[in-house]
């Protein structure tokens, strides 16, 4: 079976950490996997939003390190020739899809950078967020930088560096995620009833949303103001603009296209 799942569905792209027996621990191979299948996603005009979870009870246990102690010649020569432009990570913050994570368990090291790179996650209530520290690595995939916007700085200092684990009541109190739902299979369907909402909303609108957001992270205020104009106004141009203004007015549901 392969590593990762990748399958589109009434307009959503779903990709699936696909290695239950090892916790969907990440290969190497698995990291240029997930890049491919995100990137592919959001080139696909029919795929409107990325789901993205775990197969099994965990949603990702981070990085293999049974493969990695045994590679260091291997990882050296990473970090030599590393290309932060294909990390999922990154990926992650520069496509204009949404993504939407269901954490159906566990996320330890890299998976909890994983799932805080998604625009909206759902979390199970036996699930809960492990910090790389209490294995002797720094948090490698970018959640250094998210946590503390997400948390503020003292709630991600106590996730860091007391190695206290969250579980979902504390993650979703500490704005890690959005909702929590019962089980695994909850927090599946859940996060799948969000993604196929997002499949029906416009995409030109939420891609330049979320383009906007993240520019909004060092624009200067007028600088932001007078960029978010500029994306505003082909949209008036749009056929889905059209279409939003025409089913408003004859009191039906709209069906964008994505022109």
Same mark, same amino acid.
Request: glycine share 8%; hydrophobic share 45%.
């Given at each position: 079976?392969?590593? %990762? @799942?990748?399958?589109?569905?009434?307009?959503? $792209?779903?990709?699936?950490?696909?290695?239950?027996?090892?916790?969907?621990?990440?290969?190497?191979?698995?990291?240029?996997?997930?890049?491919?299948?995100?990137?592919?996603?959001?080139? =696909?005009?029919?795929?409107?939003?990325?789901?993205?979870?775990?197969?099994?009870?965990?949603?990702?246990? $981070?990085?293999?390190?049974?493969?990695?102690?045994?590679?260091? =010649?291997?990882?050296?020569? @990473?970090a030599f020739g590393f290309d932060p432009q294909t990390a999922?990570?990154?990926?992650?913050?520069?496509?204009?899809?949404?993504?939407?994570?269901?954490?159906?368990?566990?996320?330890?090291?890299?998976?909890?950078? %994983?799932?805080?790179?998604?625009?909206?996650?759902?979390?199970?209530?036996?699930?809960?967020?492990?910090?790389?520290?209490?294995?002797?690595?720094?948090?490698?995939? $970018? =959640?250094?930088?998210?946590?503390?916007?997400?948390?503020?700085?003292?709630?991600?200092?106590?996730?860091?560096? @007391?190695?206290?684990?969250?579980?979902?009541? +504390? +993650?979703?109190?500490?704005?890690?995620?959005?909702?929590? +739902?019962?089980?695994? =299979?909850?927090?599946?369907?859940?996060?799948?009833?969000?993604?196929?909402? %997002?499949? $029906?909303?416009?995409?030109?609108?939420?891609?330049?949303?979320?383009?906007?957001?993240?520019?909004?992270?060092?624009?200067?205020?007028?600088?932001?103001?007078?960029?978010? @104009?500029?994306?505003?106004?082909?949209?008036?141009?749009?056929?889905?603009?059209?279409?939003?203004?025409?089913?408003?007015?004859?009191?039906?549901?709209?069906?964008?296209?994505?022109?």
């Amino acid at each position: 079976m392969p590593e %990762i @799942l990748y399958e589109v569905e009434a307009r959503i $792209g779903s990709i699936t950490l696909n290695r239950p027996d090892r916790l969907n621990a990440i290969t190497m191979e698995m990291l240029d996997l997930l890049t491919l299948h995100l990137r592919r996603a959001d080139a =696909d005009p029919e795929v409107r939003c990325i789901l993205l979870t775990g197969a099994g009870r965990a949603f990702c246990a $981070g990085l293999d390190l049974i493969e990695a102690a045994g590679q260091a =010649d291997r990882l050296d020569a @990473l970090a030599f020739g590393f290309d932060p432009q294909t990390a999922p990570v990154v990926v992650m913050q520069q496509i204009d899809t949404p993504v939407v994570a269901a954490v159906n368990g566990p996320a330890a090291g890299y998976g909890v950078g %994983i799932a805080l790179n998604a625009d909206i996650r759902v979390m199970s209530k036996t699930a809960r967020f492990v910090s790389a520290t209490t294995r002797n690595l720094v948090p490698e995939s $970018g =959640d250094t930088y998210l946590l503390p916007r997400l948390v503020g700085w003292e709630q991600a200092a106590r996730f860091y560096f @007391l190695g206290e684990d969250l579980g979902a009541e +504390a +993650a979703l109190a500490a704005g890690m995620v959005s909702e929590i +739902a019962e089980d695994s =299979d909850a927090a599946k369907a859940r996060a799948g009833e969000l993604a196929a909402r %997002i499949a $029906g909303m416009p995409p030109l609108a939420l891609q330049a949303a979320k383009r906007m957001m993240r520019a909004g992270r060092s624009d200067g205020y007028p600088e932001h103001v007078e960029r978010v @104009l500029q994306q505003l106004l082909p949209m008036f141009r749009t056929k889905d603009f059209a279409e939003a203004v025409a089913a408003f007015l004859a009191k039906r549901p709209p069906e964008f296209t994505g022109e």
